[in-house]
C-alpha cells in the first residue's frame, strides 16, 4: 500500500511540472512581438517590414480565395524562415530568430515580387 501512495503522489508532483512548464513556455510565446502579413498570389499586404532583431513571431495569412502561397525569409538565396504550400484562408505562425540586417521576403510565389525586412 505505500508503494502504490508513493507512485500516485509521484504522478501528481510530475503532471504538476509538466503543466508548469507547458504555461510557462506559452508565457514566453505570448511574449514575442508579433507581426501580421497577409499574403496573396503576386503580393504581401505589407511589402516591407520593420522588426527588432532576436525571436519573433510572423503570423502569416493566405488571403487568396484558390491558391497556396508561400512567404519566405531569406538571406541572398539562402531560405532563412519559411511558410510553405499555405492553403487559402489559413493562418500560420513563424517563429523566427533574426540578427540585425536586411532581408528579403518573398510573398505567394517565388515569380512574385519581392519585399524587404529590415532587423534593427
Not at 18 to 31: G, R
Not at 57 to 76: D, H, L, R
Amino acid at each position: 500500500m505505500k508503494v502504490f501512495s508513493i507512485l500516485i503522489l509521484s504522478a501528481i508532483v510530475l503532471s504538476s511540472c509538466s503543466s508548469s512548464q507547458a504555461d510557462d513556455k506559452t508565457t514566453q510565446a505570448a511574449t514575442l512581438p508579433q507581426t501580421a502579413i497577409s499574403v496573396g498570389e503576386k503580393s504581401c499586404d505589407k511589402m516591407e517590414l520593420s522588426v527588432n532583431s532576436g525571436k519573433n513571431i510572423f503570423i502569416v495569412t493566405n488571403t487568396s480565395t484558390t491558391a497556396q502561397v508561400e512567404w519566405e525569409i531569406i538571406e541572398g538565396v539562402k531560405v532563412v524562415e519559411e511558410v510553405e504550400n499555405l492553403a487559402p484562408g489559413f493562418v500560420k505562425k513563424l517563429k523566427a530568430n533574426l540578427k540585425p540586417g536586411e532581408y528579403g521576403m518573398i510573398c505567394g510565389r517565388k515569380s512574385s515580387p519581392r519585399g524587404k525586412i529590415t532587423v534593427k
